[in-house]
């Protein structure tokens, strides 16, 4: 019997990915990086979420293939240029266990006006408890902060130790990319990979209202 080695991005979704969501735009759409067999994007998909699921395992991104409101494009994160138009805009982006330094900025700058940046992964001294080990893979103390402040207002960071779904070292941090006042008027914001676009990635926009986040709430 050929024995084959387990999907990544399986499993339940993380639980910081579920206490934060609710703070998404209605139909926002959401890029999944790194999204393996798509634990967060078929999660956030149900909950009328519209989503880019991007990763270099074709394997993992084929159990996506036809699921509803999920686009999936195969790219290499690190090896290749930037796989998405310089103006692709999204109203979420979400990553866990997954860290390339380089793509930070990217990140940051394709959250849409309310966009959330909803990141979870390894922290220093995640080697002393198992993988990842590598220094390159596990975020420096107050790392993530430092990386997403002054840029977008956060909501809530954690560093530290946790228990579930395994011991680890981690950090994680919801942060808020605020629209600027004059986003009131509700006026239409481009939104790369929408609802009827998502299969169709890299390239295709939809026009979407993606509208200020006024009121933060802190439990879903």
Same mark, same amino acid.
């Given at each position: 019997m /050929?024995?084959?080695?387990?999907?990544?991005?399986?499993?339940?979704?993380?639980?910081?990915?579920?206490?934060?969501?609710?703070?998404?735009?209605?139909?926002?759409?959401v890029?999944?990086?790194?999204?393996?067999a &798509? !634990?967060?994007?078929?999660?956030?998909?149900?909950?009328g979420?519209?989503?880019?699921?991007?990763?270099?395992d074709?394997?993992?991104?084929?159990?996506?293939?036809?699921?509803?409101?999920?686009?999936?494009l $195969?790219?290499?994160?690190?090896?290749?240029?930037?796989p998405l138009?310089d103006d692709?805009?999204?109203?979420?982006?979400?990553?866990?266990?997954?860290?390339?330094?380089p793509?930070?900025? =990217?990140?940051?700058?394709?959250?849409?006006?309310? &966009?959330?940046l909803?990141?979870?992964?390894?922290?220093?001294?995640? $080697?002393?408890?198992?993988?990842?080990?590598?220094?390159?893979?596990?975020?420096?103390?107050? $790392?993530?902060?430092?990386?997403? #402040?002054?840029?977008?207002?956060?909501?809530?960071?954690q560093?530290?130790?946790?228990? !579930?779904? =395994?011991?680890?070292?981690?950090?994680?941090?919801?942060?808020? =990319?605020?629209?600027?006042? #004059?986003?009131?008027?509700?006026?239409?914001?481009?939104?790369?990979?929408?609802?009827?676009? /998502?299969?169709?990635?890299? &390239?295709?926009?939809?026009t979407?209202?993606?509208?200020?986040?006024?009121?933060?709430?802190?439990?879903?």
């Amino acid at each position: 019997m /050929v024995q084959t080695a387990p999907l990544h991005g399986l499993g339940e979704p993380s639980e910081w990915v579920r206490q934060w969501a609710h703070l998404i735009a209605p139909g926002g759409t959401v890029l999944d990086l790194a999204s393996g067999a &798509g !634990r967060h994007a078929r999660w956030l998909a149900q909950r009328g979420h519209p989503v880019a699921a991007l990763d270099r395992d074709a394997a993992a991104l084929a159990t996506l293939n036809g699921v509803p409101g999920i686009g999936v494009l $195969e790219c290499d994160l690190e090896g290749a240029p930037w796989p998405l138009p310089d103006d692709a805009r999204f109203a979420a982006i979400v990553v866990t266990n997954y860290l390339h330094r380089p793509l930070m900025p =990217r990140l940051l700058d394709a959250l849409a006006p309310g &966009g959330v940046l909803i990141y979870e992964t390894f922290a220093r001294g995640n $080697e002393t408890v198992g993988k990842p080990s590598n220094p390159a893979f596990l975020l420096a103390p107050g $790392e993530l902060l430092a990386v997403c #402040a002054p840029a977008l207002r956060v909501i809530a960071y954690q560093d530290g130790f946790i228990l !579930r779904p =395994r011991e680890a070292f981690v950090q994680r941090i919801c942060a808020v =990319r605020e629209a600027p006042a #004059a986003a009131e008027n509700l006026a239409p914001q481009r939104a790369t990979a929408g609802s009827d676009a /998502v299969s169709e990635i890299p &390239g295709h926009t939809q026009t979407s209202k993606v509208l200020p986040v006024s009121r933060y709430v802190l439990t879903a």
